[in-house]
């Protein structure tokens, strides 16, 4: 692929591997054609990990080195995302620069609604895509100037890198000849006409078409199918001719999805209106088809997509329903056959014979009285398969609404698109009637979502049958936009010194122009070998045999390394348990490492992983649900309780008492790069260097000797930047990290791998009983929390304790219980993710809540619940910690008057009240979160500082950086310190020769600790110059360091940071775990579409107390990255298991996280002004974590909006809505009468579910 190629060949290692399967953008390049007949050149972004080199004979190909460089000259997209802030570990930058780039090669004037669907199909997982959105709002027209544009780079064409020459002198030769190219395997032929092309057919009926290769190549990257010979046509010019004819246009097969919506939009505009109904449908499915690299690759409906005849294309429903025909061809001649129910056979099955190829497809116009429109349902509104899909047409008598002529095709309900045939023979002869529904799904489905999908067939024909009847049906659109209220420095701070202000993430630029060095980049080593670890395929099972023989044999494999090979330790201990890094004698899920293969490439490395045999003798008792764990008493200890005044009595006082639980899922970190290691060994006294992606590089030191028998001083861990670590880059990259040590080799995983082995945050099950008074007031709660923790302990037990020193979120609940247990199961196991264990136990007090105001009647904000029992003065907390809420009252004051919340709640009832199957919602949430570890020992950090006689500084400190900005910060923290600008310090890189015994950086804690530590080391070297400074007071920072150079004054000093002595005693159930609490308040509203549960966010405030910002971009970067993170959370990631315990979801294909389409449309994000916070660095206070919580702002507004339309469907009161609340889950809640009917005619049978309820 070209990825491989231009990061391992070409050594230009900007272009990103994210995901390898075109679903995250990371690895987006530009690709140019230049057309002989109109002498364009034509630009494509597209991805790189999809596309065959083979396939680029002629084309120019432009990186994101290519655009610009810090060296040269920086690009104006380079620039803008840089300093409008949107790149925070800059993983996904490239990428986004280089789909902007495109965007503007092509249209150097783009609208907003441009730029958002030319970023559609890249992802990131930390800036919340505002700042992105912002930075590259500023190349368009009549939008709000945000930044001066005097402050950038302007656009300059000239600045562009010129097509080459040669390539269009090659193009207008039109060389067609056969292109042959030979792999180690496999034969890639490129024929240069059509009948070469069906002779070619004929010769190897089994050899696949490649054309967008986003179908065949990820069968053969992702499901191991090998193909000896690929027979690429994108030489064939027959397979790209379009032509119009009055009866509709005819479309070569070979045409990109981007190609054949340009060539709609200008039938749109050639034709009559009434003719074109089909195209408008087909139109609007494409531009939902992919990102624009997807669509920018993929052939049309010709070829790949309808060839792949897989159950949920896009195209092949409105295909089917709107009348289409293809041509299909072979040497044995042409045949036309209509794309209809006979056309699709089941699943990636057609007619087509295996020497057949689709040459074209007709589009016919659509006759009058004749009505077409396309529908789809997915996970999310861009970038997403489809969940169900429908081509819908009616052909209604002249005059009349009789209807002559029906066809409805849906996807995503069996194994290939079905027609509701038996529906529209009822229908014909008649008036416009309603559906009932014929689709059956079984109980286990592949897919799952049964009831669901059932429903969304009925309710799309109910929306076509509102469309054909002319009704609008419309969901809310704009543009997104935000107001951000930073702060001001304090009176009297001098200009030069940084602390306060907006600085910009200090390797930004390097980011965006893909010189910024990840783990993965690192220039390859002499002899490098690469590991490709193997997984257990069972949940719970004896090991009988491995044998490697076969894998040992192939070429290039070196060794395959098991337990035994291990010469050291072979397990780690966490919390009392030992966790073994390779499985030797028994298995306890899918997805447990059990060997490693080392081999001279990757591909290599591969192919012997999957020729290693593991023989297993299955175990019976497998537990994979909590429930099962609960029954099973299968539990990690202690398990932790932690109860203040007596709940019974509460319950007993109460008025009146309430029961109810709710389900929060796990979440999958996605940092978009995947765990990756080069382990370096020096040759001399055992010595190893180890380079990684970790958080916490001294634990990964101690990990690697213990695994090798050597003492740590033998090891050094070096980490330069994470792409992004969220907590998933503690215990387990340590493991991996060893396991590559042992055979000293360079792991980087692959997408599906990381997120089968390296686990997630944890789901957890919240039961609760709450008592209270007619007036609100909550007398008692009583909690139990069960978190499924997977196979093996890592951080369980710790995510248990937080999750009870946090269950009391914002409320001071006189009686106050909660119990927590870790379940343990044959699942992956869970571990550390960014608030660990406060986003699941915070959304269970929130429920509760929720609960009390619905048993009331009253809306949980109306002189709300939240607040009658929000904590409002000096109190304690459960475990008598004493805290002063006041800064939570204010932002919780300042948040309900900047959203205007009372006043858009009459807006909303009013709104709801108008419409039947649209509904708003509306909620507000507190957070108070406590910063620092309750282990006091990991609260210390140190530093390291050296000044060069050149008067630059390098600073060393044991935080990483992943993208949180904690260097910039350290930047700023040394500059004030030593009162020289930022431009002098650098700061390398985190490692454990420069700083040992260092801390992880998390916990919300990495600049408090860190940041002191360096405060420390440069306060102790600015003393040390005083004396010279004080002799020659107008002398420059340089002179000073020459003279103290000369004088013999040590110019490195190590700071120390001891940290607060935090604690907390299970026993007495009381400590001070906490070091101070980060408030925040969020507040959101959404607009539901009840038929499908598709929602938007209409608009966000956020208000939080972080003391005095050190650095309030940075500070707000993660602010919405964090809320982001958790509107994913709460609203749309879902992991998925088989009944197995198999992961289904490996991947951004099957796993979706937030997408620029899910950002809140109006997204404010206020810093409480006058606030102080003694407790840290230069009164700040910690921010990674706590506004994940805040997400959850948009669950419970999609709760209020449900909470109206089962008012309709006359339901009040409290119900279980689980997270995340899924378009499934928030359309079933709706109770509208199509999930009634399906409900109804629900065949559950004994069958298992498709997907466990864990
Ligand atoms: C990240 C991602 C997102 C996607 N999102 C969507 C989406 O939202 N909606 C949707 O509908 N699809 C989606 N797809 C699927 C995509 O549209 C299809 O994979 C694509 O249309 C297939 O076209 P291709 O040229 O890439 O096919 P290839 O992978 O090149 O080929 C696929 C198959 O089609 C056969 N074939 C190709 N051309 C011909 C021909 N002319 N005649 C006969 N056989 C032929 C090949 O032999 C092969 O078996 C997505 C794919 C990816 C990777
Ligand atoms: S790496 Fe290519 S799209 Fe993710
Ligand atoms: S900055 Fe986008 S993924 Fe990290």
């Not at 406060?838 to 009390?852: A, K, N, W």
Request: net charge neutral.
């Amino acid at each position: 692929m070209l990825l491989s190629f231009l990061r391992k060949n070409l050594r230009l290692t900007g272009t990103k591997y994210g995901c390898g399967g075109g679903g995250c953008g990371a690895c987006t390049v530009m690709v140019s054609r230049y057309d002989p007949q109109t002498k364009n050149i034509n630009h494509w972004s597209v991805n790189a990990c999809l596309l065959p080199v083979c396939q680029l004979h002629g084309a120019a190909v432009t990186t994101v080195e290519g655009i610009g460089s810090t060296k040269t000259k920086l690009h104006p997209v380079q620039e803008r995302i840089a300093k409008a802030h949107g790149s925070q570990c800059g993983f996904c930058t490239p990428g986004m620069v280089m789909s902007m780039y495109t965007l503007l090669r092509n249209n150097p004037q783009p609208t907003m609604e441009d730029v958002t669907e030319g970023l559609a199909g890249n992802l990131c997982r930390c800036t919340g895509y505002r700042p992105i959105v912002d930075g590259y709002r500023t190349f368009c027209e009549g939008q709000p100037e945000l930044f001066s544009k005097g402050d950038l780079l302007p656009l300059d064409p000239t600045q562009d890198l010129i097509f080459p020459p040669e390539l269009m002198r090659l193009a207008e030769v039109k060389d067609q000849t056969t292109q042959r190219f030979c792999g180690e395997r496999m034969t890639w032929i490129s024929p240069g006409s059509l009948n070469e092309l069906l002779q070619l057919k004929a010769d190897y009926p089994q050899a696949p078409l490649v054309m967008g290769n986003t179908n065949i190549g990820l069968d053969m990257k992702f499901k191991g199918i090998f193909h000896p010979v690929i027979i690429s046509p994108t030489q064939v010019p027959e397979l790209f001719k379009v032509t119009q004819k009055p009866e509709g246009v005819c479309v070569g097969a070979g045409c990109s999805m981007s190609f054949l919506k340009s060539v709609l939009e200008r039938s749109i505009n050639d034709f009559p209106p009434e003719s074109t109904h089909m195209f408008r449908a087909l139109l609007q499915q494409i531009k939902l088809v992919g990102g624009q690299q997807i669509r920018n690759v993929a052939v049309s409906t010709l070829g790949g997509n309808i060839a792949s005849a897989y159950p949920n294309s896009d195209l092949t429903p409105i295909l089917a329903a709107g009348r289409c025909t293809l041509v299909a061809l072979s040497k044995d001649g042409r045949r036309r056959v209509p794309i209809d129910k006979d056309f699709f056979l089941g699943f990636a099955k057609t007619v087509l014979k295996p020497d057949e190829i689709v040459l074209s497809v007709f589009i016919p116009a659509s006759r009058p009285n004749e009505i077409v429109h396309a529908f789809r349902h997915a996970p999310r509104k861009e970038s997403a398969l489809a969940t169900v899909n429908a081509g819908m047409r009616v052909w209604f008598n002249e005059n009349s609404n009789v209807v002559k002529e029906i066809s409805i095709y849906y996807g995503g309900v069996g194994a290939t698109i079905l027609s509701a045939d038996r529906a529209c023979q009822q229908i014909v002869g008649r008036y416009r009637v309603n559906l009932c529904c014929h689709i059956k799904l079984g109980p286990s489905a592949p897919g799952g979502k049964v009831d669901f999908r059932r429903s969304l067939t009925l309710s799309l024909f109910f929306k076509f049958n509102l469309v054909s009847g002319s009704a609008i049906w419309s969901f809310y659109t704009g543009k997104i936009m935000c107001v951000l209220c930073v702060q001001n420095v304090l009176e009297g701070q001098s200009a030069q010194d940084p602390v306060g202000r907006p600085m910009m993430h200090r390797t930004a630029l390097s980011q965006a122009t893909g010189e910024a060095v990840y783990c993965d980049d690192l220039p390859q080593t002499d002899g490098e070998l690469f590991l490709v670890i193997v997984t257990s395929s069972r949940p719970h099972a004896k090991i009988t045999h491995i044998d490697f023989s076969e894998a040992l044999k192939l070429p290039g494999v070196v060794d395959v390394i098991t337990a035994k090979d291990i010469p050291g330790k072979r397990f780690r201990t966490f919390t009392g348990y030992d966790e073994e890094l390779l499985a030797e004698d028994e298995v306890t899920c899918v997805g447990q490492m059990v060997c490693a293969v080392v081999a001279d490439s990757k591909a290599h490395a591969k192919r012997g992983a999957a020729a290693v045999k593991i023989s297993y003798e299955d175990l019976q008792d497998r537990i994979f649900t909590v429930e099962e764990a609960i029954e099973k008493e299968s539990f990690f200890l202690p398990r932790r309780q932690i109860e203040r005044g007596d709940v019974e009595k509460g319950l007993r006082e109460a008025e009146q008492v309430y029961e109810g639980e709710i389900r929060i899922g796990g979440q999958e970190h996605f940092y978009l790069e995947t765990q990756s290691f080069l382990v370096i060994p020096i040759g001399e006294e055992k010595e190893m260097k180890v380079y990684l992606s970790t958080q916490h590089p001294a634990f990964t030191q101690e990990a690697v000797a213990e695994t090798l028998g050597i003492p740590s001083n033998r090891v050094s861990c070096h980490v330069k930047r994470l792409g992004g670590a969220f907590g998933g880059k503690v215990t387990k990259t340590a493991i991996l990290a060893s396991i590559t040590a042992v055979a000293a080799s360079n792991l980087a995983s692959i997408r599906g791998e990381d997120m089968l082995i390296t686990g997630g945050r944890h789901p957890v099950w919240g039961i609760y009983k709450v008592g209270f008074m007619k007036d609100g007031r909550i007398t008692a709660a009583d909690f139990q929390y069960y978190a499924n923790a997977g196979n093996v302990v890592d951080e369980s037990v710790l995510v248990a304790e937080k999750i009870l020193l946090h269950l009391d979120n914002a409320y001071n609940i006189p009686n106050l219980r909660g119990r927590s247990a870790a379940c343990k199961t044959n699942l992956p196991s869970n571990t550390a993710f960014r608030g660990f264990g406060v986003p699941q136990c915070m959304l269970v007090v929130e429920s509760m809540i929720d609960d009390v105001a619905l048993k009331l009647g009253r809306l949980p904000e109306e002189v709300s619940i939240r607040e009658i029992n929000m904590y409002k003065e000096v109190s304690l907390t459960h475990y008598k910690m004493e805290f002063d809420p006041e800064n939570l009252v204010r932002c919780w004051n300042e948040c309900m008057k900047k959203a205007d919340f009372r006043q858009r709640r009459q807006g909303i009832d009013l709104f709801n009240q108008q419409n039947q199957f649209k509904k708003r919602g509306i909620a507000i949430v507190p957070i108070k979160y406590g910063i620092g570890f309750a282990e006091a020992f990991l609260n210390q950090a140190a530093a390291l500082v050296h000044i060069y006689k050149d008067g630059s500084v390098l600073v060393s400190h044991g935080g990483t950086e992943m993208g949180q900005g904690i260097h910039t910060k350290v930047q700023q923290v040394a500059s004030r310190e030593l009162n020289i600008p930022t431009s002098l310090i650098h700061i390398s890189e985190t490692s454990t020769q420069c700083v040992p015994n260092t801390c992880p950086s998390a916990a919300s804690f990495g600049t408090d600790a860190n940041g002191m530590a360096v405060k420390d080391a440069c306060q102790i070297l600015y003393n040390r110059l005083e004396p010279i400074r004080k002799k020659n007071p107008k002398g420059t920072w340089q002179n000073w360091i020459i003279t103290a150079f000369l004088q013999k004054i040590s110019l490195s000093a190590t700071g120390y940071y001891r940290g607060h002595d935090l604690d907390m005693d299970w026993e007495k159930q009381e400590g001070k775990p906490y070091a101070y609490f980060t408030y925040a308040v969020g507040c959101s509203e959404v607009e539901l579409d009840c038929l499908t549960g598709e929602y938007r966010t209409l608009r966000t405030d956020i208000v939080v107390d972080i003391g005095r910002s050190i650095n309030p971009s940075i500070d707000i970067g993660q602010i919405e990255g964090a809320f982001m993170q958790g509107l994913g959370l709460y609203t749309m990631e879902e992991l998925k298991f088989s009944p197995s315990g198999v992961l289904y979801t490996r991947g951004p294909s099957q796993y979706k996280i937030p997408s620029f389409c899910d950002v809140p449309l109006k997204f404010n994000v206020y810093l409480l002004a006058g606030s102080s916070n003694p407790h840290a660095i230069y009164s700040s206070k910690g921010i990674g974590e706590p506004t994940v919580f805040l997400g959850s702002s948009v669950f419970f507004a999609i709760k209020d909006a449900v909470t109206a339309a089962r008012k309709d469907a006359g339901l009040t009161g409290p119900f279980q809505l689980n997270s995340p609340a899924t378009p499934e889950r928030a359309c079933l809640a709706c109770a509208t009468h199509f999930t009634q009917m399906v409900r109804d005619e629900s065949t559950s049978g004994p069958a298992q579910p498709w997907a466990l309820n864990i």
